[in-house]
Structure formats: structure tokens, C-alpha cells
């Protein structure tokens, strides 16, 4: 079974960045950032697929940046201009392949794989 494991949380204060990491145990053609904060649903941040093709949420677009290497079966979120509205449990994913042009990629329901969350708090 595939497994993941995220690191890379904290805290930060309004405006600041911080940088998710993810490693994988195996290669997955798709692989995204998800993100719950408490009373909310689980809502998709950012997706990428082998061919580096990116799908972003509004709210993270031109802020965050996702991106992989494979070599290390890792994947990265590297966060900017953070808000507090960005306090949330982040979660990575894993899944097979995906056209994120035809499908919403971000309901998370292609991914089948998840790793156990990183806490990312922005303070204002």
C-alpha cells in the first residue's frame, strides 16, 4: 500500500510562507495538497500530474506553487502570502492518472492514497 507522509508545518504569521513536503513511497501519476480546517469540508489546494500540468484552487492561486520530483518521490507546496484563512490540516495525495481538463480534479476523489496531515496555524 502506498504511504505518505507530510512535514513542513507551523506556525506563521499573516504574510508569511512556509514550505510543505510530502514523500512518497512509490510513483503516482497524480499527486495534490488538500486541506481541511476545523468545521469545514475538505476542500483541494493544488494537484499535479506527471507531466507537471497544474490545477489550483481560486483562493491559493498565485500564492502557492506545487511541484514534485520524482527522483526523490516527493512533492512540495511552497506557500506565499499567507492568510489566516489558510489555518488548516494539510494533507497530501496520491492517485493514478487523472485529466484534470475534464474532471474536477480538486473534490479529491480521484486520489486514493492520503497521507496523515501536517497543521499549518497563520496568526494575524
Known amino acids: 500500500q502506498l504511504q505518505l507522509a507530510e512535514s513542513g508545518g507551523g506556525s506563521v504569521q499573516a504574510g508569511g510562507s512556509l514550505r510543505l513536503s510530502c514523500t512518497v513511497s512509490?510513483?503516482?501519476?497524480?499527486m495534490g495538497w488538500f486541506r481541511q480546517a476545523p468545521g469545514k469540508e475538505r476542500e483541494g489546494v493544488a494537484i499535479i500530474d506527471d507531466l507537471r500540468r497544474t490545477t489550483y484552487a481560486d483562493s491559493v492561486k498565485g500564492r502557492f506553487t506545487i511541484s514534485r520530483d520524482n527522483s526523490k518521490k516527493s512533492l512540495y507546496l511552497q506557500m506565499n502570502s499567507l492568510n489566516v484563512e489558510d489555518t488548516a490540516m494539510y494533507y497530501c495525495?496520491?492517485?493514478?492518472?487523472?485529466?484534470?481538463?475534464?474532471?474536477?480534479?480538486?473534490?479529491?476523489?480521484?486520489?486514493?492514497?492520503w497521507g496523515q496531515g501536517t497543521q499549518v496555524t497563520v496568526s494575524s
Open positions: 512509490r510513483y503516482s501519476y497524480s
Open positions: 495525495a496520491a492517485g493514478g492518472f487523472v485529466d484534470c481538463s475534464r474532471v474536477d480534479c480538486l473534490t479529491g476523489n480521484y486520489f486514493n492514497s
